[in-house]
């Protein structure tokens, strides 16, 4: 996972890697030491202090790219921020019913299986992501992506009540 990781960023322009804030768990998990191997391995890249949330912190960024299929990249999608993920087909399973979806999203840049072609897209696109990302195609893309796996509604409550009634 972490080699991934370095991969990608390796494969970065100086330029890019430079503007670059990583953001990893806020925890040491595993005592993998996430927050020190990166500034050994790449001193001139920021780690965000997390003094910013989430949401906050990608509006302040031109792009935000994701090395997990978690809630971090459904949430980056439902905030419509410029978004990439990339992650190892071999720790990231795909439903057999997600997987057009996601067919979907490598199809249109949005997702890379290889940290190499990701910085590749990252590079491609850095100088003007917004004109990429609100492009009739990717939004229709993540629409779609976003309506099926990160649904979200100003009633949700009432469509989490229905469906629950469902199995009362």
Do not use: H
């Amino acid at each position: 996972y972490l080699k991934y990781q370095y991969v990608f960023i390796q494969s970065l322009p100086l330029r890019i890697r430079q503007l670059m804030i990583i953001r990893p768990y806020l925890r040491n998990i595993y005592g993998w030491q996430q927050w020190q191997r990166f500034k050994d391995l790449f001193p001139n890249v920021k780690i965000d202090d997390y003094s910013k949330s989430f949401y906050e912190r990608s509006e302040m960024c031109r792009l935000v790219v994701c090395s997990d299929n978690q809630s971090t990249f459904l949430e980056s999608m439902v905030f419509n921020v410029p978004t990439l993920l990339f992650i190892d087909p071999a720790q990231w399973e795909i439903r057999a019913d997600a997987t057009p979806y996601y067919q979907e999203l490598e199809r249109v840049g949005i997702l890379s299986w290889e940290p190499k072609k990701a910085a590749l897209k990252v590079t491609e696109i850095y100088d003007d992501t917004t004109a990429w990302w609100f492009s009739n195609e990717i939004q229709s893309v993540r629409k779609e992506f976003v309506n099926r796996f990160a649904f979200g509604s100003d009633n949700w409550l009432r469509i989490w009540v229905k469906e629950l009634k469902k199995y009362v």
